[in-house]
């Protein structure tokens, strides 16, 4: 069974740049059937899609967000990344990684990891 | 502001039923492309509940149904339980953007 892991600092100063990654396990990031996303939430809020990206390197990004985020897959360790650059305290939030179905009229995440929560403070 | 729609919160007692709604405001998701649910249990990820308008994942039980008319899905849960209060969110995809686009939440409360 798939699964995803989310790692990384669960702290991060203003103005710096928050990096996470999802390690997938139990499957290959590289399946044609398959894209992989970040989706966040703040404290007591609702989910927001980040972006979402194909192994072969097509990216999707949230348009409010698209000027700062970057996402990258590395095939070799399985894993796929985010980037968020010149982060603030509304940046704070738990966030989560999916495999996300897209495709033939697909468009739903089928599988999240646990989330991690990034904290923006100095 | 969401182009999905959804009630801040529901309540209902066990055994009844309820419906949880999402109405779609945007012109680029319109008709064309399906809603999606999640459930989100206090304290863990959501979890996919209802695929394509009213498809439902191995394991889901069926007490949990989903529809779409136009511009509007509903999420119904019957026998409500308990253990189904939780934040459940619609999803839904926004051509125009590329992009995903969530519902608020509904917060259901089992009274």
């Known amino acids: 069974q798939l699964q995803l892991q989310e790692s990384g600092p669960g702290l991060v100063k203003p103005s710096e740049t928050l990096s996470l990654t999802c390690t997938v396990s139990?499957?290959?990031?590289?399946?044609?059937?398959?894209?992989w996303g970040w989706i966040r939430q703040p404290p007591g809020k609702g989910l927001e899609w980040i972006g979402s990206m194909y192994y072969s390197g097509n990216t999707y990004y949230n348009q409010s967000l698209k000027s700062r985020v970057t996402i990258s897959v590395d095939t070799s360790k399985n894993q796929f990344s985010l980037k968020l650059r010149s982060v603030t305290a509304a940046d704070t939030a738990v966030y989560y990684c999916?495999?996300?179905?897209?495709?033939?009229?697909?468009?739903?995440?089928?599988?999240w990891g646990q989330g991690t929560l990034v904290t923006v403070s100095s | 502001q969401s182009v999905l729609t959804q009630p801040p919160s529901v309540s209902g007692a066990p055994g009844q039923r309820v419906t949880i709604s999402c109405t779609v405001s945007s012109s680029n998701i319109g008709a064309t492309y399906d809603v999606h649910w999640y459930q989100q249990l206090p304290g863990t990820a959501p979890k996919l509940l209802i695929y394509g308008n009213h498809n439902r994942p191995s394991g889901v039980p069926d007490r949990f149904s989903g529809s779409k008319s136009g511009t509007s899905a509903s999420l119904a849960i019957t026998g409500l339980q308990a253990e189904d209060e939780a934040d459940y969110y619609c999803q839904s995809y926004d051509s125009s953007l590329s992009g995903v686009v969530f519902g608020g939440g509904t917060k259901l409360t089992v009274l």
């Open positions: 139990g499957g290959s990031i590289s399946s044609s059937s398959y894209y």
């Open positions: 999916g495999k996300f179905l897209y495709g033939s009229g697909r468009n739903w995440f089928d599988a």
